[in-house]
């Protein structure tokens, strides 16, 4: 069952079956002077209520519900299962209707019990009718209203990328950001560092081929080795910070840090591009 397939019209529905259910455990009967103590019964005291307006109701809820749920629903005497379920929740509601205007069923034609003893309709017996109505209403209108035909569920949107350890745009280590001291980080292609220093004076040149510097970040901390080979590491590269990688070199980068120290990448597994 797809639920994005229901429409706002179906979540009236399905919320009008709710307070049916629950009216259906509230009092059938209402009589004047009665204490508090007198124990009345449910709507489940009373068969011909308990088959003709709650279970109808809800089963006519269910069927309308299911059946636009479905992609391929099943039919039932060769009805479609939204049309059965409408006529289930107007039967549902005329019933309803019917139990307020004679709640007793014609027990009160007897005798003298049509008098001033007579029983009125309880709570329970009034939200079963709002409810159905309600339900019989929003079934029969949804295909009609395109306000009810809206979807129930709108479609979730694609969340955004962030930068590596949820950092936001535009905070510290990202490219663009305004760095501590009033110095702006530096563009792809652009020199690192606050001040240009003479051995940065110029941008990196691409080498030849496909290559073109792109800005990355590593997932944990990762070595930068010298470009000459040495095994001693001249940097460590920091999760949640960028850096700027101008060279490829097999399966290593040539990457540039803030302070425009360059140096070889060699575990380059798992890096996020910017």
Not at 104 to 110: C, R
Not at 161 to 182: D, F, H, L, S, V
Not at 226 to 235: K, V
């Amino acid at each position: 069952m797809n639920i994005r397939s229901l429409t706002r019209g179906d979540g009236v529905v399905i919320g009008a079956a709710v307070l049916l259910l629950i009216a259906s455990f509230l009092d059938l009967y209402s009589f004047d002077n009665v204490p508090d103590s007198v124990d009345l019964p449910s709507l489940w005291g009373s068969g011909p209520v308990v088959f003709s307006v709650v279970l109808a109701g809800i089963i006519g809820a269910a069927l309308v519900v299911v059946g636009r749920g479905l992609p391929q629903a099943p039919k039932i005497a060769g009805l479609e299962l939204v049309p059965f379920g409408v006529a289930f929740t107007v039967f549902a509601a005329w019933s309803a209707l019917g139990n307020i205007f004679d709640v007793p069923s014609g027990f009160d034609n007897i005798g003298d019990n049509g008098g001033s003893g007579a029983p009125s309709p309880g709570i329970g017996m009034i939200l079963a009718l709002v409810a159905t109505l309600l339900m019989a209403a929003a079934a029969l209108a949804t295909p009609l209203v395109p306000a009810l035909k809206g979807s129930l569920v709108p479609a979730p949107r694609p969340a955004a990328p962030q930068p590596y350890g949820g950092q936001p745009q535009g905070g510290y280590g990202y490219p663009g950001a305004q760095q501590p001291g009033g110095y702006g980080q530096p563009q792809p292609g652009q020199p690192f560092g606050g001040q240009p220093q003479p051995q940065q004076a110029q941008a990196p040149q691409p080498p030849a081929g496909d290559f073109s510097p792109f800005w990355f970040a590593v997932p944990v901390p990762r070595p930068l080795f010298a470009e000459d080979g040495s095994p001693t590491p001249i940097a460590e590269l920091a999760p949640g910070t960028w850096y700027l990688a101008v060279e490829q070199r097999g399966a290593a980068l040539v990457a540039q840090t803030q302070d425009g120290r360059r140096g070889v990448l060699q575990d380059t597994s798992g890096i996020q591009r910017g």
